[in-house]
């Protein structure tokens, strides 16, 4: 795989003779490519190799086999971190490290796990990722509202850089959507500089981090190779100066929630991408996060949806379930749940508030993790805000989906 960044704003990449156009995202979700081009507006053209090395390989890694050229020498250390997680040739090499910044910035999505991420940093800044048009590529997803939430992340009133980019694009199949979920990121890396980043912090949650993530695995994963930090992933961001940091890693969805829901940004939370003065309410995304929210306010259901929609047909087969451990919080919890279309996964699962209980609170590890240089900040909202898991509740985490 060959780069080049032009005006250090457009990327693009040239595939050497073993890559192949189908690949494989990092969660071993497979994807083809679409174009070999994209942009990343709001962004300086002057950023650290590095950093342009990392923002490439967040786009081309799926279809990179051997090795990778850039158009600037990269330090060693990012090359290294290269060969080691990848087994990737990188070069050329000659460049000096670069040093971390001092501040931690917000990959900010807008959601409830993003703004609960946010909410334990009230000063750190936002960085928002908004998808705009690609020149060549027709939009095969017009009803995904990213102007709905950019203007939202607008009245948030925190410091913020909004990055536009057109990298969604390059996929081809199955839709639009980043290359690497690590994606969302290049633009925060291009301006870390700017910035003074030495952090970024990401608003994944639990069951993404720890539980295995909905698509891939169900079961826990300690050394998730997207986001646990001596992962491949966590490395290169590490090699880069910009470290991962997950502030909500610790917590279930519902503390995430919680959490959202009792913050100054409650009126800008937004999950859903379809909707325009609110969340559509239609799609499944809605439906998982309405289950979460009633369960949070111990109310009945309210969703227009019904069990013969397609996004509600895996909850009448057998389990595993995206988000398992949430479906089973929220059949614990919501009033009437056995009058829903939820009603069919009752089956397969003994639960209680009790057997659940586990879920409301932080799993220790996971502030371990975080930077030394904010981890104080965060074991301290942790354990004002949501408390600590006594070292049974610590063992049913490290014993999901071991049955």
């Not at 850039?70 to 000659?94: C, K, M, N, T, Y």
């Not at 939009?139 to 990055?163: C, I």
Request: charged share 25%; net charge neutral; hydrophobic share 40%.
């Amino acid at each position: 795989m060959r780069v080049t960044w032009s005006a250090g704003t457009t990327l693009t990449f040239r595939l050497d003779p073993e890559d192949e156009i189908t690949g494989q995202a990092s969660d071993e979700y497979p994807i083809k490519l679409a174009t070999n081009s994209c942009s990343i507006g709001g962004v300086p053209g002057d950023a650290h190799p590095d950093l342009y090395a990392v923002a490439s390989w967040t786009i081309v890694a799926p279809w990179t086999r051997r090795r990778i050229t850039f158009d600037r020498a990269v330090s060693a250390e990012l090359a290294q971190a290269l060969h080691d997680g990848w087994g990737i040739e990188a070069g050329p090499v000659g460049a000096q490290p670069r040093r971390p910044g001092a501040r931690l910035a917000i990959s900010y999505s807008g959601g409830a796990d993003s703004v609960a991420a946010a909410t334990i940093f009230p000063e750190a800044p936002f960085v928002h990722f908004r998808r705009v048009a690609h020149p060549r590529v027709p939009n095969r997803w017009p009803h995904y509202r990213s102007d709905v939430l950019a203007k939202l992340a607008a009245r948030t009133g925190r410091e913020l850089s909004t990055v536009t980019s057109d990298l969604e694009y390059t996929l081809a199949e199955p839709r639009p959507g980043y290359p690497e979920h690590h994606a969302v990121a290049a633009g925060a890396l291009l301006l870390a500089d700017r910035l003074d980043l030495g952090g970024l912090g990401f608003g994944y949650e639990m069951g993404s981090r720890w539980l295995g993530g909905g698509r891939y695995l169900w079961r826990f994963t300690p050394d998730n190779p997207m986001w646990a930090p001596h992962g491949r992933w966590g490395r290169l961001f590490a090699a880069a100066g910009v470290h991962i940091v997950l502030p909500v890693g610790g917590v279930s969805e519902a503390v995430t929630m919680r959490l959202a829901l009792g913050s100054p940004l409650r009126e800008q939370v937004r999950w859903c991408l379809r909707g325009t003065d609110g969340p559509c309410r239609n799609c499944g995304k809605c439906l998982y996060k309405e289950l979460i929210q009633a369960a949070v306010e111990r109310r009945p259901l309210d969703t227009p949806i019904t069990a013969d929609r397609p996004v509600a047909r895996k909850y009448l087969k057998k389990p595993p379930y995206g988000g398992q451990e949430m479906i089973q919080y929220g059949l614990a919890r919501v009033p009437g749940i056995e009058n829903t279309l939820f009603a069919p996964a009752l089956d397969y699962f003994d639960v209680s508030e009790e057997s659940t209980s586990w879920l409301d609170r932080c799993y220790p590890p996971a502030l371990e993790e975080i930077p030394e240089r904010w981890r104080a900040q965060a074991a301290a909202f942790m354990e004002e805000n949501v408390g600590l898991m006594t070292e049974p509740e610590v063992r049913r985490v490290e014993s999901w989906g071991s049955a």
